[in-house]
Structure formats: structure tokens, C-alpha cells
């Protein structure tokens, strides 16, 4: 397997990820995390635009997709309740992670693959997604505290975590 930067020829199948973990996500006890199309193929496209979409391919199959931003400064992550952030260091950022099959260990690589890239990184998820939080915490992330997504209100609440070096 290997993380790289998606293309347009991506774009289906990492639509198609994220229609699928939405799915997941409901089946999991989350119907609220991802709504109607968000994400899908349009945010892919505009992440390669930035350069902030990537894949995980394994031998040409696209079997994760994420937003990956290196030195971020997310205005979400700008105040954090109930809690603190690990380190205020410069830091990279992972959204919207999903992968084609759980329990392989996909999540996993595609962390540390993003970890080797930037040796500090923030994550969210929403409080109902489980099985997000056991991944993150099994790879080291820690728990910092909430944040809230801006522009979404109370909706918006999130469980913040990162990870060090």
C-alpha cells in the first residue's frame, strides 16, 4: 500500500468510499456525522485542486481516501473546550478518512503514513462515531477536549484528538 496525492482518475472511487462508510456509519449507531452527498466526489476534486486529497492504493486499488493538510491552521481548531491540544507546534490535519474495508488495517496504515509526513497531527470525529475513536486512540492518538466545526453550531460538535512526536 502506499498514501499518495489523488487524482481525477480517483474521483469515483473514492465517491464511492465515502457512500459507502457513510453506510457504515449509520448501520454503527452515527446517522449524523456525514449528511446527504458531504463528502463524496466534489469535495475530492476540490482537495486535488488544493492539494489536500489523498488515497491509500493498494497494487491500483483505492482503498481509503482522506483530506490530508500539512501545516494547517483550521479555524475550528483554533479554541478547543473542555480540554486542551497536545502541543500548539505546527500541525497537520486529516479529514473526512474512509475506507473500503475494515478490519485490515487501512486507517491504521494511512495514519502513519501521514504521521511520518508531519510528526504532529489533529484528527475530529463526531461523539457517536465508536469505532473512529478506538482506531484513533489505538494509533496513539490522545484525546484533547471538543471543538466545534465552524458554521455548524452546537451540530458541529466534535471530539478532538492528536498525536505527537
Not at 475530492?44 to 483505492?62: K, L, Q, R
Request: glycine share 10%; hydrophobic share 30%.
Amino acid at each position: 500500500m502506499i498514501i499518495r496525492p489523488a487524482t481525477h482518475a480517483d474521483v469515483e472511487a473514492a465517491a464511492r468510499i465515502y457512500d459507502n462508510a457513510r453506510e457504515f456509519m449509520r448501520k454503527n449507531g452515527n446517522p449524523d456525522q456525514w449528511q446527504g452527498e458531504y463528502p463524496g466526489g466534489y469535495d475530492v476534486e476540490i482537495g486535488i485542486e488544493n492539494g489536500t486529497s489523498y488515497v491509500c492504493d493498494d497494487g491500483g486499488e483505492i482503498v481509503a481516501t482522506f483530506y490530508f493538510e500539512m501545516n494547517a491552521d483550521d479555524p475550528s481548531y483554533r479554541r478547543i473546550y473542555e480540554g486542551s491540544w497536545l502541543s500548539d507546534a505546527p500541525y497537520a490535519v486529516i479529514h473526512r478518512i474512509a475506507v473500503k474495508y475494515h478490519g485490515r488495517g487501512i486507517a491504521d496504515f494511512c495514519f502513519n503514513e501521514c504521521f511520518k509526513l508531519f510528526p504532529n497531527v489533529r484528527i475530529d470525529t463526531h461523539e457517536r462515531n465508536i469505532p473512529m475513536q478506538k482506531c484513533l486512540t489505538r494509533n496513539g492518538f490522545e484525546y484533547c477536549g471538543v471543538i466545534y466545526i465552524e458554521g455548524l453550531g452546537t451540530e458541529g460538535k466534535r471530539r478532538a484528538y492528536q498525536r505527537k512526536s
